[in-house]
């Protein structure tokens, strides 16, 4: 019982340090809605922030020049995201802000490029290692129904329940291994998604609460955001996953090559 509770410590501990770019993330969102900073609004200052931390974390060696490059690709990718569905009415952000784009603060891109940060660390804290990966054949057009469906179901069907049957069939038998203290863990591939984006819909009830977006039933007053999100936030986390160890696996591959 002691030592399942040592490690049990050991593990939070790990996560909380690979957690680093949200929780500052988080802080700043607090910070700046209970304070009003000087000379910028809100979301500017937000991003200055984001921008600092990410510079930070770079230079001090916590994360390296080829995750700041997969960070950025999420930059992106969450970007194009916040446009479509700002655009719409998915959700919005109400206040004003010089680095705001068609209703969309340039800092909203960070808030999916800490997921990918958190993924980096967490891979290099805890050893992480898969087994049973699928070949990429199946990999990349999976992930790109995914990300893509969040777009379509607007205009076609919804599939996501396909989707997510879809990744339970293929990464059914994928063990993820972890390191801890010493000790290696495994863990189904699947159940790490599940949890991975339970926690992020925890996460989101506490960005929304913070005021970094509002989803249309929370304009009047604050609300806990439905749990039907944990869906999305799971296809999420899984395109999110998958393009980390995508390139991590490619990355290994070529430099044993070399």
């Keep these: 019982m002691k030592q399942a509770i040592i ?10 340090k690979a957690c680093i770019f949200p929780v500052i993330i988080f802080a700043t969102l607090a910070l700046t809605q209970w304070i009003e900073l000087p000379f910028l609004p809100r979301y500017d200052w937000i991003l200055l922030i984001c921008l600092a931390v990410q510079v930070g974390m770079v230079y001090s ?6 995750e700041l490059k997969v960070i950025t690709l999420f930059h992106l990718i969450g970007l194009a995201l916040e446009l479509f569905k700002v655009h719409m009415g998915s959700w919005s952000y109400p206040n004003e802000g010089y680095t705001k784009f068609f209703g969309v603060p340039l800092y909203s891109g960070f808030m999916y490029a800490s997921v990918a940060s958190y993924l ?12 049973k990966w699928p070949p990429y054949y199946v990999v990349v057009p999976l992930t790109a129904a995914i990300y893509l469906n969040f777009f379509w179901h607007h205009f076609w069907l919804d599939i996501r329940w396909i989707l997510s049957t879809a990744v339970l069939i ?9 390191r801890v203290n010493g000790i290696r863990y495994r863990m189904p591939l699947t159940l790490s998604f599940f949890l991975i984006g339970f926690f992020i819909w925890i996460a989101e009830n506490i960005a929304t609460y913070f005021g970094a977006w509002q989803y249309p039933d929370q304009v009047d007053a604050w609300s806990l955001v439905h749990l039907g999100k944990v869906s999305s936030w799971l296809l999420l986390v899984i395109v999110s996953f ?17």
């Design 120 to 131: 980096c660390q967490a891979w290099n804290r805890m050893n992480v290692q898969l087994l």
């Design 61 to 66: 060696g916590l994360e390296s020049r080829d």
């Design 170 to 178: 293929v990464f059914w038998k994928t063990i993820v291994t972890y």
């Design 242 to 258: 998958l393009i980390v160890a995508t390139l991590k696996r490619v990355k290994h591959t070529l430099q044993h090559e070399t």
């Design 7 to 16: 490690q049990l410590w050991h593990f939070g501990w790990m996560q909380a």
